[in-house]
């Protein structure tokens, strides 16, 4: 499987995760997870992982996902706007967790700066406001289930740079948010 990180955003790592490994499809639904804080804002399933975002090198200020939600065989667009608050240098890890109801598929930590290029960005990536574009193509078949997916991006020194988190339902009766 391939794996996107971001560097300045997990949002789109784990947006990009989900879709590289097989987990949108159309009869999709989005639902918080049981651990959440608020809502990113934007058009799409993501939460963060708490209520205390302040002192997270960045912030998010939202994710769109076009269509959202997913459709099979298809294209989805992602468009992200942050901020970076410190430079996102070298060494930058994305924990990253998926599972499928109660196991665990994927638990694996991502070096941010070795995966920069694939949303157009080089280590070390400065600080300042950025907009990221990505696009994913869309697998037609997905188990059904429950899947829950975490993306905790931090910095080298171990300062949290993001703690994102959604979860998706698959069943064969259609899609909904």
């Not at 804080?37 to 912030?59: H, I, M, R, S, W």
């Not at 769109?64 to 240098?89: C, F, Q, R, S, Y």
Request: glycine share 8%.
């Amino acid at each position: 499987m391939k794996f996107t990180s971001l560097t300045a955003f997990s949002t789109l790592l784990l947006i990009s995760t989900a879709s590289a490994g097989n987990f949108f499809q159309q009869n999709a639904r989005f639902i918080g997870t049981a651990t959440q804080g608020q809502k990113v804002p934007g058009e799409n399933p993501l939460y963060f992982c708490d209520n205390d975002t302040a002192g997270d090198v960045a912030t998010i200020e939202w994710v769109n996902l076009t269509p959202n939600p997913p459709t099979p065989g298809g294209t989805l667009e992602i468009e992200a706007a942050g901020v970076l608050h410190d430079v996102i240098a070298s060494g930058a890890k994305v924990d990253l967790t998926v599972k499928y109801g109660l196991i665990t598929l994927i638990r694996e930590s991502f070096d941010m700066c070795e995966n920069a290029g694939q949303v157009d960005l080089e280590c070390p990536v400065s600080d300042g406001k950025r907009i990221l574009k990505k696009s994913v193509d869309i697998p037609k078949q997905v188990p059904p289930g429950k899947y829950t997916v975490v993306a905790n991006a931090y910095t080298v020194d171990d300062r949290r740079i993001t703690c994102i988190t959604a979860t998706v339902v698959f069943s064969s009766f259609g899609a909904e948010l």
